[in-house]
């Protein structure tokens, strides 16, 4: 299989468990792992600090202009980390804020543009593993593997919950669940490149799964592909 890499295209909703199998997956098959959405969180981040009305065309290509976003392997965990302009912004893309805007600024035409291309790019190699809301329609179509992911709303509303109690003890699980249902819409009815399951992409519910489960599920699909373009 090491001979035969694949590009695996992973799409959800928040708090599916996207980045946590695909983090799995990029380690056991040696792939590089691209999250696209700490690409997203990482450009509002910046449209943030620095004041960017992202309704604004004008200033949105020209702070796009500004930022230079590059993953950087960390040995500690194992991962990448998002850096933006040479800043590790890991932890601070997870702010609520930044969740709370991270759709709506996704959503915006250039800046869906910016991030795609280098997507793309990111890409030409084969071996890799990306997870996001395009991935499987609009950045690798033709990926060999397409993964659609879905949860029972209550469990996501709890993982993300634990996720973001860990750095704001003041978060309440109301607030963790209008995010969770603002974004959902948001992702699902924007004009540009809305969320939806890819016609060949397969559908894995994990609300009741454990991860190792899913990772050997999942494995034995990345098995499959692999050996079919093997033999093609």
Request: with cysteine; aromatic share 6%; glycine share 4%.
């Amino acid at each position: 299989m090491a001979g035969n890499k694949i590009i695996i295209a992973i799409d959800g909703y928040s708090s599916c468990g996207k980045s946590t199998i695909a983090k799995q997956l990029a380690a056991r098959l040696g792939y590089n792992y691209i999250d696209s959405g700490a690409m997203y969180r990482a450009i509002t981040l910046y449209f943030l600090r620095n004041g960017v009305n992202y309704n604004n065309t004008d200033e949105v290509l020209a702070a796009l202009a500004d930022i230079n976003l590059s993953f950087v392997f960390n040995e500690t965990s194992q991962s990448s980390d998002i850096h933006l302009n040479d800043e590790d912004v890991s932890l601070p893309i997870r702010d609520m804020l930044v969740s709370e805007k991270v759709s709506p600024v996704a959503a915006i035409r250039e800046v869906r543009s910016f991030a795609v291309a280098q997507q793309k790019r990111m890409g030409r190699k084969k071996g890799i593993v990306m997870d996001g809301r395009d991935i499987g329609t609009v950045v690798f179509p033709d990926a060999e593997l397409k993964i659609f992911m879905v949860a029972d709303p209550a469990v996501r509303v709890m993982r993300r919950f634990k996720e973001m109690y860990a750095t704001n003890p003041h978060i309440t699980i109301d607030e963790v669940r209008h995010n969770l249902e603002l974004r959902d819409y948001i992702d699902s009815t924007r004009e540009e490149s809305p969320l939806h399951r890819a016609a060949d992409a397969i559908l894995l519910d994990n609300s009741s799964m454990t991860r190792d489960e899913q990772l050997d599920k999942v494995i034995g699909w990345v098995k499959e592909r692999a050996l079919s373009k093997a033999v093609s």
